[in-house]
């Protein structure tokens, strides 16, 4: 089996099965009934892109595990999501930070994705593409709402860019192995990820008015399974139907 | 033999393709491009549908009607086979199905789907499938399924779904 291309299909699917869990607690949550929608909708678009991944994932492990087993019955340490993607939901605008800083970050990776010589890659890339651009549509028209607003929103907004910013690098770190992958042309990378999204974000979040918080230091470790404390939150949540009645079904 | 298998493949073709859309009833999964094919390869019947969105929840919906029409006709033992490519594209739906979304209320997607703008629904206009005005407002971007979005009329103050572009 193919070591690397099962971990990165699996962090793929981590990244997005952890931040579809936390847009889908805001069901029956959202501040008007349309926004409580937007946000479960998206919920449901990330899980099904976390399902192809992780039934990608167990077709190359061979193991027999299936897209279930993969998402609710491993310990946290296996979970290599980013720490963006499990921070708490906050208010209304943290989550359209958060949602802003992963959405930018995820068009530009499936975008790259697209040109994967890997067929099964590049077909999941191209099917989520068009959602995920509609995501980011939707999360840039909210951040401009809400930072151009009134002095509250844009003290909030610029709260919630002081609290997050620095999950933001983790989004385009680089592992060695990754090389491996694109060598292989099974993953396409651009030149200079990081280069390329942080210079969207700040050009954004300084035509929004908010400043941003360079000196903190970035923050890492999700994608090695370092996770943050909410992350055992998260998963006592997730699994726990999984856990309390093995193998049930919907 | 050849004959006879390709025969029956498009019989079987003809059982499904009048299998109707769980969330739009008006709708058959062939016109909304969700059925791609049947076939019978060594006397096992296969077939293909696409997801619409990833996470749509009516697909399993989809996967049982089919199977149960297939068993009505005497058809057993059937696999649906989830395909992801090509990927699904709202510029499959023809346009008598377009019209029937309209009789039905919903405004039916506008533009192509290879253009960011109709995709995004930026400068969409719509026409209110009720009274037929042009003086229609966004509501929402997102609606009762993944596949619409929110819409009401100015003129006769109806709220309507928008099927969108993707």
């Known amino acids: 089996m193919n070591q690397s291309l099962f971990k990165y299909s699996l962090h793929l699917g981590d990244n997005a099965l952890i931040i579809g869990h936390r847009l889908s607690e805001w069901c029956g949550h959202g501040p008007v009934l349309e926004q409580d929608i937007a946000l479960t909708n998206i919920a449901l678009d990330f899980v099904g892109q976390a399902r192809m991944w992780f039934q990608y994932a167990g077709e190359i492990e061979g193991k027999g595990r299936?897209?279930?087993?993969?998402?609710?019955?491993r310990l946290e340490r296996?979970?290599?999501?980013?720490?963006?993607t499990e921070q708490t939901n906050g208010h209304w605008g943290k989550t359209i930070l958060r949602q802003y800083l992963y959405d930018v970050y995820n068009y530009q990776l499936y975008e790259d994705l697209m040109e994967s010589q890997d067929e099964r890659i590049a077909a999941i890339a191209v099917k989520s593409i068009k959602e995920i651009a509609y995501h980011r549509e939707f999360s840039t028209d909210w951040l401009y709402r809400l930072s151009g607003g009134t002095e509250e929103s844009q003290q909030k907004m610029q709260e919630a860019l002081d609290e997050l910013y620095h999950y933001a690098g983790e989004l385009v770190e680089h592992f060695s192995w990754e090389q491996e992958l694109a060598q292989q042309g099974l993953i396409q990378r651009r030149e200079n990820p990081g280069e390329a999204y942080f210079s969207i974000i700040n050009h954004e979040m300084d035509r929004a008015g908010l400043d941003v918080?360079?000196?903190r230091p970035m923050q890492t470790g999700g994608r090695t399974g370092l996770h943050t404390e909410h992350m055992g939150f998260i998963l006592t949540e997730?699994?726990?139907?999984?856990r309390t009645y093995p193998g049930v079904e919907w | 033999m050849v004959t006879d298998t390709t025969k029956e493949e498009e019989r079987i073709y003809d059982i499904l393709r009048k299998v109707k859309d769980p969330e739009i009833p008006v709708l058959t999964i062939e016109d909304l491009g969700i059925l791609r094919g049947v076939s019978i390869d060594n006397g096992e019947l296969i077939v293909k549908i696409t997801p619409t969105y990833n996470g749509c929840p009516a697909m399993d919906m989809i996967r049982r009607y089919v199977l149960l029409a297939l068993e009505e006709e005497g058809y057993e033992n059937a696999r649906v086979e989830l395909i992801l490519s090509p990927a699904w594209t709202t510029d499959w739906i023809s346009e008598e199905a377009?019209?029937?979304?309209?009789?039905y209320g919903i405004a039916p997607p506008q533009g192509d789907s290879r253009d960011k703008r109709s995709l995004l629904g930026l400068d969409t206009k719509l026409e209110c499938p009720h009274c037929g005005s042009e003086d229609t407002v966004l509501v929402s971007h997102f609606g009762s399924t993944a596949c619409k979005a929110q819409y009401k009329c100015n003129e006769c103050k109806e709220p309507f779904e928008y099927f969108k572009c993707h």
């Open chain 1, 66 to 73: 299936t897209e279930d087993d993969l998402a609710y019955l």
């Open chain 1, 78 to 84: 296996d979970y290599t999501n980013c720490l963006l």
């Open chain 1, 213 to 215: 918080p360079y000196d």
């Open chain 1, 238 to 242: 997730l699994q726990y139907m999984q």
């Open chain 2, 98 to 103: 377009r019209q029937k979304l309209k009789d």
